[in-house]
Nanobody
Framework: QVQLQESGPGLVKPSQTLSLTCQVS??????????WNWVRQSPGKGLEWIVE???????KYNPSLKSRTSISTDTSKNQFILLLSSVVPEDTGIYYC?????WGQGTQVSVVS
């Protein structure tokens, strides 16, 4: 069965680039019909979808975050990586990776100067 595990720095400073990794086990990230997502939940807010990467190579972005977001894959490690540039305190929250059926436990990110 598929399992997902997020990892990241925990603390980042404003204007820096946040890098988060999702380790996938139980299935190759290149498997047909696979879809990999990043979602976050900021304090006092609901879940916010960030980006979705399809096995076909198509990537979809939340329009409000698109200019600061990129997603990549490392097939040798079976990981997919989120980069969020120019972070601000409002980017603080718990970040999750998911294929919509399975979710990681989330990783806390705090943007503090």
């Amino acid at each position: 069965q598929v399992q997902l595990q997020e990892s990241g720095p925990g603390l980042v400073k404003p204007s820096q680039t946040l890098s988060l990794t999702c380790q996938v086990s139980g299935a190759p990230i290149t498997a047909p019909y696979s879809i990999w997502n990043w979602v976050r939940q900021s304090p006092g807010k609901g879940l916010e979808w960030i980006v979705e990467s399809h096995y076909s190579g198509v990537t979809k972005y939340n329009p409000s975050l698109k200019s600061r977001t990129s997603i990549s894959t490392d097939t040798s490690k079976n990981q997919f990586i989120l980069l969020l540039s120019s972070v601000v305190p409002e980017d603080t929250g718990i970040y999750y990776c998911s294929n919509w059926d399975v979710w990681g436990q989330g990783t806390q990110v705090s943007v503090v100067s």
